[in-house]
Nanobody, 123 residues
Framework: QLQLVESGGGLVQPGGSLRLSCAAS????????IGWFRQAPGKEREGLSC????????NYVDSVKGRFTISRDNAKNTVYLQMNSLKPEDTAIYYC????????????????WGQGTQVTVSS
């Protein structure tokens, strides 16, 4: 059974950093594009970044460009999201999701999701 588990969330001050991990089990991650999404209270789920199956194609939403970096280690079956210069508006639940086809920023195109990890940016 395909399973994704996010970790690495927490409370951080504005300007701080966190690294989120998305660990896969039950399947080989390198057959899937992986996206990171977030959802703040009262808002729709937002696509942040996506990395292709072999990492050759990466994209970011404008609001996180230059601050967030997605990467993958297929040998460890894990995808990461390094988040720097965090802002209070980055506060949300962060999710990773898998898709067998090419990257997309649309959450409805991803079939497998983790349970999410809370990120809170506050002083």
């Amino acid at each position: 059974q395909l399973q994704l588990v996010e970790s690495g969330g927490g409370l951080v001050q504005p300007g701080g950093s966190l690294r989120l991990s998305c660990a896969a089990s039950g399947f080989t991650l390198n057959y899937y594009a992986i996206g990171w999404f977030r959802q703040a209270p009262g808002k729709e789920r937002e696509g942040l970044s996506c990395i292709s199956r072999r990492g050759g194609s990466i994209n970011y939403v404008d609001s996180v460009k230059g601050r967030f970096t997605i990467s993958r280690d297929n040998a460890k079956n894990t995808v990461y999201l390094q988040m720097n210069s965090l802002k209070p508006e980055d506060t949300a639940i962060y999710y990773c999701a898998a898709r067998e086809r090419v990257c997309s920023g649309l959450p409805e195109l991803f079939g497998s999701w983790g349970q999410g990890t809370q990120v809170t940016v506050s002083s």
